[in-house]
């Protein structure tokens, strides 16, 4: 007979325990003498700590708008609407996939459905089995599509993945059905895609249910994990218009759990924790399989796609490089399937030249090719022909690329000229000296590489990057925190850069100076989240002096940008896009930002978001910008209604305008949403109480 006891700790403000007393189920199926009754905590924690995420609305000197909002219980929700007191990531919508500056993936055939834009990675304080993990969105949800847990070798394994979701403009605690999880975890990581939201999406806190020991559930409900028993027992709760969220009514949120709880050994098994240490996993499989009457969910998952790439992939590329001739006696049935193979004619393949084959290979993507390349020799030789490799995004795979994955694909990089790495090699996967000996060997010819949020990235991987890729185009250093000032001045040695992007990064004016005044051909400068760290004004003087072709340029809460630094980049008459959001410097433009506009007639971008000081008349210029497709003016409270109507009138080719917290426009919103329905005029949602929902 099973004995169950139940009641809750509450040790602090972010973690809880439910203690649950059931009897244990050893693996071999016997009783363990003497331990008849064991303790399986229910642990209830929020965020401990932010240890990384891809971008944040706020700055590192604020607290509005950060990644660091999102620790801790919840302080806004259930009420919605924009507070600065949650955490907001730097895009929305379809616009930045529009705007000049977009980056165009080298190699999209490696994406998933869903491409992930963002991610946040955070830490929470004990170690548990997850079965929930609860997201409070607090402004415009539905942008969640991935959830993640890391084990103690630090790596990762996919809990929930799917599409991002159109949802009612309300409060929500989004909990997708994860899968089962066979090991212990406090790391979890977020995953974003912003494309159908309507507007930024805001997150209060991030709640983690799991449990000390693995639970799993009895063999005679054929399920497979703690979410299809809910379901089966009629615990869930279903919207229609919420398919991947489990719990949809937020006042009764995780009140399946509670039941389970009390009904536990009714319905689950249970497995220690040690018992499943000691075990291999092919045993504990089989093992646990004696429970089973259906496909065991630790082997569903071992299984899945994931698992491949996670253990199997590196293992299939060092595949690729045998080359000894299979023995006329093999053994294994892998190597007689391959001899098989090769006694085989290659169908309707053979009878095209290489050329051709290669051009159809270039259609697939890299887990494509690896998998061709165990068909047969002729399969195995052409799927690595360096041809294929000239492009190469590893970005999709950030999970489980590692050094030995690296230098397997090394030696087929030989003319390698465009690199995604970004995301990758976090938390030790890559050493810093494995990605140089890396670049030693493929780097030669490259023009494209990106290396956004790349932890391993540091002062002697960007020497090496100055002395090898004298031909590079593109170098985006997207959060590379360890890379110094000192690091940043071999850059210098480059002079054919188009396109460099280094959002909150440490380096310095002089430094960079020196950089722009190398790189006459500079198109595309992002500048991002610098805060007070450059002297704005020098930049944007050496820009119009040394960089005639400049696109795009992005200074985005650059606090030392001046009316003296924005008449500056009217000599780059070549311009579509400028964001000089929440650049405060600024304050009254005069004739800087009208000079600005009057000269750089190809506009297609302009984002003054939270200019206090502009003006009816600094803005007229922009009637005559014919090309202008995207205008933010969040926050311009001196501007009056005519000003932006001639703003709709005048632009012909104008898709989206903010006016947030822009004031006296009230009345007349409605009146231009249906006068111009092509134009998706943004207006933030003031806080609205969860008494009124």
Not at 550 to 573: I, M, N, Y
Not at 665 to 686: A, E, L, M, N, T
């Amino acid at each position: 007979m099973f004995k169950v006891k139940t009641f809750r700790l509450i040790v602090n403000d972010m973690i809880s325990y439910d203690e649950t007393k059931v009897e244990i189920v050893p693996i071999n199926g016997e009783r363990i003498e003497g331990k008849e009754e064991e303790t399986v905590l229910f642990v209830e924690q929020f965020v401990k700590d932010v240890c990384d995420f891809s971008s944040q609305y706020g700055s590192n000197i604020s607290i509005s708008y950060t990644a660091y909002n999102i620790a801790g219980n919840p302080s806004k929700f259930p009420d919605y609407g924009d507070f600065p007191h949650a955490f907001v990531m730097r895009t929305y919508g379809q616009w930045w996939n529009k705007a000049p500056s977009r980056l165009i993936d080298y190699m999209p055939q490696n994406n998933e459905d869903v491409i992930s834009q963002d991610y946040i990675d955070l830490e929470y304080y004990q170690e548990v089995y997850p079965i929930r993990v609860s997201i409070y969105e607090t402004y415009n949800p539905g942008s969640v599509v991935g959830i993640w847990a890391q084990n103690s070798e630090r790596k990762w394994f996919q809990l929930w993945s799917g599409f991002p979701q159109v949802v009612a403009h309300k409060p929500r605690i989004f909990s997708p059905r994860l899968q089962l999880c066979n090991f212990k975890t406090k790391m979890i990581r977020l995953e974003f895609n912003h494309t159908l939201l309507d507007y930024y999406t805001e997150l209060d806190a991030v709640l983690l249910i799991g449990t000390s020991e693995l639970i799993v559930p009895n063999n005679n409900l054929h399920n497979q994990n703690l979410n299809d028993l809910l379901q089966q027992l009629g615990y869930l709760e279903h919207s229609s218009n919420d398919v991947y969220n489990l719990t949809p009514n937020y006042l009764k949120a995780n009140q399946d759990l509670t039941v389970l709880k009390k009904t536990l050994p009714k319905h689950c098994k249970l497995f220690k924790s040690k018992i499943i240490d000691n075990i291999s996993k092919g045993k504990l499989i089989s093992k646990i399989g004696q429970h089973y009457q259906s496909v065991p969910p630790i082997e569903e998952a071992f299984n899945s796609l994931q698992q491949f790439l996670q253990e199997d992939f590196p293992k299939l590329i060092r595949d690729i490089h045998y080359s000894t001739p299979i023995s006329e006696h093999s053994n294994t049935l892998e190597e007689k399937i391959l001899t098989d193979s090769e006694n085989q004619p290659c169908g309707s393949f053979s009878a095209f030249p290489d050329e051709t084959v290669l051009k159809i290979l270039k259609y697939l993507d890299l887990r494509s090719l690896c998998c061709l390349c165990r068909v047969n020799r002729h399969f195995n030789n052409i799927a690595r022909d360096a041809l294929l490799y000239t492009n190469l995004n590893l970005k999709p795979y950030w999970y489980c690329l590692d050094t030995s994955a690296l230098n397997c694909l090394a030696p087929r990089c030989q003319y390698l000229q465009q690199l995604d790495l970004s995301w990758c090699g976090n938390y030790n996967m890559i050493k810093y000296q494995d990605f140089i000996h890396f670049l030693r060997a493929s780097g030669a010819l490259l023009t494209h590489l990106r290396l956004n949020c790349c932890q391993f990235v540091n002062d002697a991987i960007i020497l090496e990057i100055s002395k090898i890729c004298k031909n590079l185009k593109e170098l985006c250093l997207r959060n590379c925190m360890r890379v110094t000032n000192e690091g940043f001045s071999k850059l210098k040695n480059l002079e054919l850069l188009e396109r460099l992007e280094l959002y909150r990064t440490n380096i310095e004016t002089a430094t960079l100076c020196s950089i722009l005044k190398k790189n006459t051909q500079m198109r595309h400068l992002n500048l991002a989240g610098m805060h007070d760290r450059l002297n704005i004004d020098e930049v944007a003087i050496k820009l119009g002096n040394s960089c005639p072709y400049l696109e795009s340029v992005d200074f985005w809460k650059a606090q030392t940008l001046t009316p003296h630094g924005v008449r500056a980049l009217s000599r780059c008459t070549n311009l579509r896009e400028v964001d000089f959001g929440w650049c405060g410097g600024l304050g009254a433009p005069g004739n800087s930002l009208r000079a600005l506009l009057s000269s750089c007639r190809y506009l297609e971008k302009v984002f003054l978001a939270a200019l206090r000081g502009l003006t009816d008349h600094d803005l007229e210029p922009l009637l005559y910008c014919p090309r202008l497709q995207q205008l933010d003016l969040m926050g311009a409270r001196s501007l009056t209604p005519a000003i932006y109507y001639r703003c709709l009138l005048f632009c012909p080719k104008l898709e989206m305008i903010d006016l947030s917290f822009c004031e006296g426009i009230s009345d007349f919103i409605q009146g231009w949403r249906q006068q111009y329905p092509h134009v998706s005029i943004k207006r933030s949602c003031q806080v609205i109480s969860s008494d009124v929902l």
